[in-house]
């Protein structure tokens, strides 16, 4: 009788200056692109009113709001969507991450099973992670290091790449159950 294991952890992503510098970026370009239709909708409307065409002159001035409307709904939309959140989900050898957006909106970002990981060591581990410093980095965890902070190294969707990770102590546990020893690297 096999004894199968499932756990799930939920991380929530700090807010950090790549987030911030995103979120202006967002702003920006919302503004830029009201300040620009707006325009063209005011000259619009200005030449049906001189014309003494009221009514498309209203109608362009609407067409405008409606415009202004729409572009701040979907970058408030983006915006929320930086407050995120990762849930990983550890099922008999396999890992399952997911990225949930403003508590909505869910996207698996890896899957995969532990037996295939090159190396899993602690993030401040430099003798077992110093060769893979050229790899390709994806950071699925909270932003900051912390005493659970691990990176993983596989082959995911075809490319060789390194993810942080801050599983629980069972998760890592049960990880290590399923991870040769020579490849897991627990904080000492």
Not at 116 to 121: D, L, P, R, T, W
Request: proline share 2%; net charge positive; aromatic share 10%.
């Amino acid at each position: 009788m096999r004894n199968d294991v499932y756990m799930e952890q939920i991380v929530k992503k700090e807010f950090d200056q790549k987030d911030r510098s995103k979120r202006l970026y967002i702003i920006g370009i919302a503004i830029a692109v009201i300040l620009f239709l707006w325009q063209i909708c005011q000259d619009s409307a200005g030449a049906a009113f001189a014309e003494g065409n009221d009514k498309m002159g209203y109608a362009f001035t609407l067409l405008s709001l409606i415009i202004v409307g729409i572009i701040i709904f979907v970058a408030v939309i983006k915006i929320k969507e930086l407050n995120s959140e990762f849930e990983y989900a550890y099922t008999n050898g396999t890992l399952d991450i997911d990225v949930i957006m403003n508590r909505k909106k869910r996207k698996r970002v890896f899957e995969g099973n532990v037996s295939e990981f090159e190396v899993m060591a602690h993030i401040d581990d430099k003798e077992h992670l110093a060769i893979y410093d050229n790899i390709p980095t994806e950071n699925l965890g909270s932003g900051e290091v912390l005493g659970n902070t691990y990176v993983f190294v596989t082959t995911y969707k075809g490319k060789r790449k390194k993810f942080i990770i801050e599983p629980r102590e069972d998760i890592l546990m049960a990880m290590r159950k399923d991870l040769t020893p020579r490849r897991m690297f627990l904080k000492k």
